[in-house]
Nanobody, 123 residues
């Protein structure tokens, strides 16, 4: 079993930056693929970014390519999401997810989820 706790959310002006972190518990963290998803009010939860257990492969949603960067530090059991050039449409609750196996760009198939952290981007 894996427990995930997100942090780093907050309020930022458009064009600003935030760095989200996800701390994971579990002795097999380094073998799990990790991902970030987000959900805005009235919308379905959507894929943001994902990274393999080795960190060798990443996938980003088209809406965040060039602005967001996902990374992981297996020694610290953490995964991060660096968000630059933030836009109001990035406003959402951001969730960290984990699964044993290959990376996925859909919400189905992820085994563990964090509680979420709010990101609000003002105009």
């Amino acid at each position: 079993q894996v427990q995930l706790v997100e942090s780093g959310g907050g309020l930022v002006q458009a064009g600003g930056s935030l760095r989200l972190s996800c701390a994971a518990s579990g002795r097999t963290f380094s073998t799990y693929a990790m991902g970030w998803f987000r959900q805005a009010p009235g919308k379905e939860r959507e894929f943001v970014a994902t990274i393999t257990w080795s960190g060798g492969s990443t996938i980003y949603a088209d809406s965040v390519k060039g602005r967001f960067t996902i990374s992981r530090d297996n020694a610290k059991n953490t995964v991060s999401l660096q968000m630059n050039s933030l836009k109001p449409e990035d406003t959402a609750v951001y969730y960290c997810a984990a699964r044993r196996g290959s990376i996925l760009i859909v919400t189905q198939g992820w085994d563990y989820w964090g509680q979420g952290t709010q990101v609000t981007v003002s105009s």
